[in-house]
Nanobody
């Protein structure tokens, strides 16, 4: 079983930056794909970014490409999401997800964290 815990959310003005972290625990967690999803007010959950177990393959949604960077440090079982040039439309609850195979953009994943709130003011 894998457990995930997100940190780093908060309130920031447009153009600002935040770094989210996802702390993972589990016997084989370093072999899992890790992804970030978000759900804004009145919206469906959407894919943000993902990284494979080695950190060599990364994917981003078009809306965050060039602004967000996903990375992982397997030594401490932590995945990061660096968010720069934040926009009001980035406001959402951000969730960390883990999958033993491949993170799917549809949101199908084996494990989910509790989420962390990111609010971007205009």
């Amino acid at each position: 079983q894998v457990q995930l815990f997100e940190r780093g959310g908060g309130l920031v003005q447009a153009g600002g930056s935040l770094r989210l972290s996802c702390e993972a625990s589990g016997r084989t967690v370093t072999l899992y794909d890790i992804g970030w999803f978000r759900q804004g007010p009145g919206k469906e959950r959407e894919f943000v970014a993902s990284v494979n177990w080695s950190g060599g393959t990364k994917e981003y949604s078009d809306s965050v490409k060039g602004r967000f960077t996903i990375s992982r440090d397997n030594a401490i079982n932590t995945v990061y999401l660096q968010m720069n040039n934040l926009k009001p439309e980035d406001t959402a609850v951000y969730y960390c997800a883990a999958d033993r195979d491949v993170i799917q953009k549809s949101g199908n994943a084996d494990y989910w964290g509790q989420g962390t709130q990111v609010t971007v003011s205009s």
